[in-house]
Structures are given as C-alpha cells and as structure tokens.
C-alpha cells in the first residue's frame, strides 16, 4: 500500500520560511518523480514544483521560481519542499504527489499517488 505523508506545514508571517517534507513508504522511491501541488480555497489544484526520478532536474511555477526548492532524498523515501520569502498568495493546502512517468508534467491528473496535504498559511 502507497502512502504519501506531508508534515512541516504551519502559520507563518510573509517574508518567513517553511521546509515541507513528504515520506513515501510502499513504493519503489527511487522510480518516481516527484510533485508538490498546492490548493487555496475555491481554487482549482496549481502546481508548485517537480523533481526528477534522481534529483538531477528540478522545475518550479514562475510564482515560486527563486524561492522555491524541491530537493529528494531517494535512501530516506523523501521529497522536501523548502520556501524562503513567503507571501501571504502562498496559503494553501500542500501535496506532494509521486509520477511513474519520465516525462516532466504539470498536470495532476498525471501522477499516481498523493499525500493528504498539509496547511500552510501566511499571513500579512
């Protein structure tokens, strides 16, 4: 059984930083890329970021470029998301999500698993 846990998430003033992890357990770590997507109330799931099977090739959304890192740990089964310079437009929900395919991809509809999110809220 596949599960994706999220931790780290939490209320933090604009300006300040979070480090998301996400522990895979069930799966063959190493063979699947890796996602983080976040959600904001009554908005539609946006993604945020995507790490290659090894780590080697990363990709952020322009509205996290700079301030953003995915980093992957294949021996610990984890994925991290560091954020630095967090804006308030940075609220939402967090997922991690893993993705079979080689091919890089935004669309969530793509990956194969998820985790069940964790809170993340900025505030002014």
């Known amino acids: 059984q596949v599960q994706l846990v999220e931790s780290g998430g939490g209320l933090v003033q604009a300006g300040g930083s979070l480090r998301l992890s996400c522990a895979a357990s069930?799966?063959?770590?190493?063979?699947?890329?890796m996602g983080w997507f976040r959600q904001a109330p009554g908005k539609e799931r946006e993604f945020v970021s995507r790490?290659?099977?090894?780590?080697?090739?990363?990709y952020h959304a322009d509205s996290v470029k700079g301030r953003f890192t995915i980093s992957k740990d294949n021996a610990k089964n984890t994925v991290y998301l560091q954020m630095n310079s967090l804006k308030p437009e940075d609220t939402a929900v967090y997922y991690c999500?893993?993705?079979?395919?080689?091919?890089?991809?935004?669309?969530?509809?793509?990956?194969?698993?998820w985790g069940q999110g964790t809170q993340v809220t900025v505030s002014s």
């Open positions: 790490i290659s099977r090894s780590g080697s090739r990363t």
């Open positions: 069930g799966l063959t770590f190493s063979s699947y890329a």
């Open positions: 999500a893993a993705d079979s395919g080689t091919s890089y991809t935004r669309d969530y509809g793509k990956y194969d698993y």
